[in-house]
């Protein structure tokens, strides 16, 4: 079954109304908690949770995500230099560049976080509750602040680099689960010794 023909019609008991008229795609696994409004457009990985956040058109989500309530993801800016600023006014609504958001695979948004519309945040990023996030973010960078500002990242560089060549979030679910997430070093131990197959992205 292709990707595309993964569209969810109910996501935890969650209806996603009209689904295909919105073109919105969905992997399996996705958790869309209650008051989550998902705008159209909007692309999200496998085991994602979303707990009452705005998604903005536009917006794909790597697998693996946590969404925390009020975040604002792909929040468009409203043209200054048009008549009015209201995207209620159609030739304000027209003068929005197109832009695309992307959130990488294990990005964690903390609650009322925003990320502006055309941001790209790496995989495994961490963005801070309230944090306001208005350029891009480099993978597994732990983001603060207003704007948001690189407080540090989740583990040494070297570590970093190899869990992005492992890609372990496209490995079957049931592989990923078993792993001792506690123990990182032991996980890259035994994703170095995984065969090809593993993989279930492909």
């Known amino acids: 079954m292709s990707r595309v023909d993964l569209i969810a019609k109910t996501i935890q008991d969650l209806p996603v109304h009209e689904a295909d008229q919105y073109c919105n795609l969905f992997e399996p696994g996705v958790s869309l908690r209650e008051g989550t ?45 048009c008549l009015g600023t209201s995207l209620a006014l159609a030739g304000t609504r027209a003068a929005l560049p197109d832009k695309y958001t992307r959130l990488g695979n294990d990005v964690w948004v903390g609650a009322n976080a925003v990320i502006l519309a055309g941001v790209s945040i790496g995989d495994g990023a961490v963005i801070g509750a309230g944090a306001v996030v208005t350029k891009d973010v480099e993978p597994y960078a732990v ?18 680099e190899r869990l992005l060549l492992l890609r372990w979030w496209e490995l079957d679910h049931e592989t990923i689960a078993a792993l001792p997430h506690d123990d990182v070093e032991g996980c890259i131990r035994i994703l170095q010794t995984l065969p090809a197959r593993a993989h279930a992205a492909e």
């Open 37 to 81: 409004e998902v705008q159209g457009n909007c692309r999200i990985g496998a085991y994602t949770e979303i707990n009452g956040a705005t998604l903005y058109p536009r917006t794909t989500i790597g697998r693996y995500c946590s969404v925390a309530r009020n975040a604002a993801i792909g929040a468009p800016d409203h043209p200054l230099h």
């Open 143 to 160: 983001m603060i602040g207003l704007p948001a500002r690189q407080a540090r990242l989740r583990f040494a560089r070297s570590t970093c």
